[in-house]
T-cell receptor, first 114, second 114 residues
């Protein structure tokens, strides 16, 4: 069982609100990722980090921002939520031991913007 | 274009029956192929990871096969159980970047009926 946590699990919020989705892992992994997933669709990478003070945008354009001040913590922030941000957000961290780098996923945050 | 295609999109089987899910990919250069199980409202959990040199790998009642020449993989589930109801996602990793980029399929939604 991977030790990666996301809060909140579900969030319903009004348009224009600022929100932060939390992600924490206790495995000491340097690499962390945020994915966005709509029902029946594939996961899309929106942000990733190679370590503290390292953040990069992924393939899918996103209005969200991330920060990585501590190894274990990788929060995602939306400054002004819109209905188009309604989706499931999955956080993952990656092991760098061995020859195959396993990614472990958190349980996800289901965000609904009304 | 690097893509991962899965079939069927959805599948319904009776408890105790076997089933096989398919995955075709065009990702190049190829590093490894993973199968994940994603329960509704949860993050994906890894079932198997196979490298270029492996053509079969088992995890309990799950057996994955890989044909790197034809770029095809399958996931065989034996003696299905109600708890197998989930989305099964095929993920291919390339070795063309330090990121070890993951390409996700849209998943096969499996429903097991009693």
């Amino acid at each position: 069982e991977a030790d990666i946590y996301q809060t909140p699990r579900y969030l319903v919020i009004g348009t224009g609100k600022k929100i932060t989705l939390e992600c924490s892992q206790t495995m000491g992994h340097d690499k962390m990722y945020w994915y966005q997933q709509d029902p029946g669709m594939e996961l899309h990478l929106i942000h990733y980090s190679y370590g503290v003070n390292s953040t990069e945008k992924g393939d899918l354009s996103s209005e969200s921002t991330v920060s990585r001040i501590r190894t274990e913590h990788f929060p995602l922030t939306l400054e002004s939520a819109r209905p188009s941000h309604t989706s499931q957000y999955l956080c993952a961290s990656q092991s760098t031991s061995g020859s195959i780098y396993e990614q472990y996923f958190g349980p996800g945050t289901r965000l609904t913007v009304t | 274009k690097n893509q991962v295609e899965q079939s069927p999109q959805s599948l319904i089987i009776l408890e105790g029956k076997n089933c096989t899910l398919q995955c075709n990919y065009t990702v190049s250069p190829f590093s490894n192929l993973r199968w994940y199980k994603q329960d509704t409202g949860r993050g994906p959990v890894s079932l198997t990871i196979m490298t270029f040199s492996e053509n079969t790998k088992s995890n309990g009642r799950y057996t994955a096969t890989l044909d790197a020449d034809t770029k095809q993989s399958s996931l065989h589930i034996t003696a299905s159980q109600l708890s197998d109801s989930a989305s099964y996602i095929c993920v291919v990793s390339d070795r063309g970047s330090t990121l070890g980029r993951l390409y996700f399929g849209r998943g096969t939604q499996l429903t097991v009926w009693p």
